[in-house]
């Protein structure tokens, strides 16, 4: 939705552009928020963390609500819900390479991001690191994706976006499998 969001914003043309910047922002706070609240929850404790976390979503909340998309474009469907949903099913498999973009996409989140959960107990048990390593740690896996976006912000319109984003795909397997072996 996001994405969407981002390209009546900016237009199609700079859409890529855009939804760049736009997990740049993210991934930049998740840096930041990961190192600090490393120091934090070892100054303080993890409650201020939280605390300070809830604070900062109902501020992100609250200026999005005042973000409208242009006024000239209709966001009104008068189709169902269930209608679209059933279209838009239709649609990811007429489309092969959309099909095969989502199938990627579940097997990154299931098999790639799962590690994330194992993080705190490595941290503890296996690297034996406090909580300032921990938010350390945590923080080196945003490294590589803003690397990541700030090439792709740059490059705009990639030719072989197939190769691309199987060639992403797999260094991050060989990152995590390094990790793991490690």
Request: glycine share 14%; aromatic share 8%.
């Amino acid at each position: 939705a996001r994405g969407a969001f981002i390209t009546d914003l900016v237009g199609k043309k700079d859409a890529m552009s855009g939804i760049a910047v736009l997990g740049f922002g993210t991934r930049a706070v998740g840096l930041f928020g990961a190192l600090t609240g490393g120091v934090v929850i070892a100054s303080v404790g993890p409650v201020s963390v939280f605390s300070i976390g809830a604070v900062v979503f109902l501020v992100g909340a609250a200026v999005m609500y005042t973000v409208h998309p242009p006024k000239n474009q209709s966001l009104h469907d008068p189709r169902s819900l269930m209608r679209s949903t059933f279209d838009g099913v239709k649609l990811i498999f007429s489309l092969p390479a959309v099909a095969m973009l989502l199938l990627l996409a579940m097997v990154v989140e299931i098999f790639a991001f799962s590690y994330q959960a194992l993080v705190p107990s490595i941290a503890k048990d296996v690297l034996k690191i406090g909580p300032i390593g921990l938010g350390t740690l945590t923080a080196t896996s945003g490294v590589g994706s803003l690397l990541g976006l700030v090439g792709l912000a740059v490059a705009r319109d990639v030719k072989h976006k197939g190769l691309l984003i199987f060639t992403v795909t797999a260094a991050y397997g060989v990152a995590i499998f390094g990790f793991g072996a490690s």
